[in-house]
Every structure is written in structure tokens, then in C-alpha cells.
T-cell receptor, first 116, second 115 residues
Framework: AQKVTQAQTEISVVEKEDVTLDCVYE???????LFWYKQPPSGELVFLIR??????QNEISGRYSWNFQKSTSSFNFTITASQVVDSAVYFCALSGIIQGAQKLVFGQGTRLTINP | NAGVMQNPRHLVRRRGQEARLRCSPM?????VYWYRQLPEEGLKFMVYLQKENIIDESGMPKERFSAEFPKEGPSILRIQQVVRGDSAAYFCASSPTGENTGELFFGEGSRLTVL
């Protein structure tokens, strides 16, 4: 079965602190994709990153960085020098072939609040 | 830039009415997926369609919900006789193929409120 676990339901930090959002996944697929999405209060899903299971290189994009560890089935997301605009719900997701169809399995989300 | 277009963005219905949500996939995409996000929860898969075919509806409630993706026009998610528990955000995604390429693009969602 495919499963994504985001153990942190809510995180609250003060602006400029670094914060890491955890994501652990389970899959039997040998090829899969991992995603992070941001859902701001306005409700839309904002795509942040897609990572192929064969590519374990960490990625940095501005203040955002992602740490993919296949050995521990984790795909953690770090925001450096957080800002109030980073406040949102963040979802980790796994894409695989389930019953013949490409599907995304989402975690429950982590609500991140950045306080000024 | 024609991304995945969903409308309406917000829909209010009274109990017992029908709700129709529309999704136009990205240009060149022939695979459409519907996901539902209940309040304070993650997104859950509902149905996967190709043109004129429902491929996988394992996530759809057995009653009152239906989906279609006609040869011409948008995909439609239809909810008959809505109840308060149907209040949720409904997201549509599209992909160019059914293979697991990770190319999946989401619309902005349609928020249904049932009074």
C-alpha cells in the first residue's frame, strides 16, 4: 500500500527561524515521484517540487531546500529564514501506479504558522 | 498560459440540490483526475478519467456522485442531492498520459458549501 505520513500536524515559529517539515512515505513501486505542495489561506495548491525516486540529490531553491533519503523513505522540506508569507499548510505527496492508474497519495498536511 | 481551469471557484448549494463542477485540462492532456479535500484534511483521490471513459472510480462515493469526461468539453463532477458532508474543496488535475511520469497539474479547486 502507498502511504504518506506527515507527523507534524502544526508548527509555529518566529519569523527568521529555520523550520523543517517531515515527510515519510511507504511504497512498493521502484519508480515513483515525491511532491511538496503549499496551500496558502486562499486555498489553491501551489506546486513546490517534484522529485524522481532515482534522483537522490538534495535540492535548494532560494530559502527552500529538500532532503530526499531513500534509505529512510523520507523527503523532508526545510525553510530557511522563515517569513510570515510562508504561513500555509504544506502537503507531501507520493505518485505511483495504483490499480493501474497514476495517483497521488497525500499526507495529512502540516500547518505552518510564522509569527512576526 | 492555459493551465487546468476549474469553475466555479465557489459554489453554494442548499441540501438536496445538485452541484456541477467543471474542469478543463491543460492543452494536450487527455487524462483527468478529481480529488476531494474535506476540511482540515489532505486530498483524497476520487476518480480518474480519459476521454469518454472512466478508468478508476475507486475513490468515489457509491451514491449521488458521478463524473464524466466527454469527447468535447470539460470534465464534470456531478453531485446529486447534496448534503452538508459534501462541503469540501474539489480539485481537478490533468496529465498528458496515464503512465507514472509525475506530470500532474492541479487546478485552483472548486469550493462547495452546502447550507
Amino acid at each position: 500500500a502507498q502511504k504518506v505520513t506527515q507527523a507534524q500536524t502544526e508548527i509555529s515559529v518566529v519569523e527568521k527561524e529555520d523550520v523543517t517539515l517531515d515527510c515519510v512515505y511507504e511504497t512498493r513501486d521502484t519508480t515513483y515521484y515525491l511532491f511538496w505542495y503549499k496551500q496558502p489561506p486562499s486555498g489553491e495548491l501551489v506546486f513546490l517540487i517534484r522529485r524522481n525516486s532515482f534522483d537522490e540529490q538534495n535540492e535548494i531553491s532560494g530559502r527552500y531546500s529538500w532532503n530526499f533519503q531513500k534509505s529512510t523513505s523520507s523527503f523532508n522540506f526545510t525553510i530557511t529564514a522563515s517569513q510570515v508569507v510562508d504561513s500555509a499548510v504544506y502537503f507531501c505527496a507520493l505518485s505511483g501506479i495504483i490499480q493501474g492508474a497514476q495517483k497521488l497519495v497525500f499526507g495529512q498536511g502540516t500547518r505552518l504558522t510564522i509569527n512576526p | 498560459n492555459a493551465g487546468v481551469m476549474q469553475n466555479p471557484r465557489h459554489l453554494v448549494r442548499r441540501r438536496g440540490q445538485e452541484a456541477r463542477l467543471r474542469c478543463s485540462p491543460m492543452k494536450g492532456h487527455s487524462h483527468v483526475y478529481w480529488y476531494r479535500q474535506l476540511p482540515e484534511e489532505g486530498l483524497k483521490f476520487m476518480v480518474y478519467l480519459q476521454k469518454e471513459n472512466i478508468i478508476d472510480e475507486s475513490g468515489m462515493p457509491k451514491e449521488r456522485f458521478s463524473a464524466e469526461f466527454p469527447k468535447e468539453g470539460p470534465s464534470i463532477l456531478r453531485i446529486q442531492q447534496v448534503v452538508r458532508g459534501d462541503s469540501a474543496a474539489y480539485f481537478c488535475a490533468s496529465s498528458p498520459t496515464g503512465e507514472n511520469t509525475g506530470e500532474l497539474f492541479f487546478g485552483e479547486g472548486s469550493r462547495l458549501t452546502v447550507l
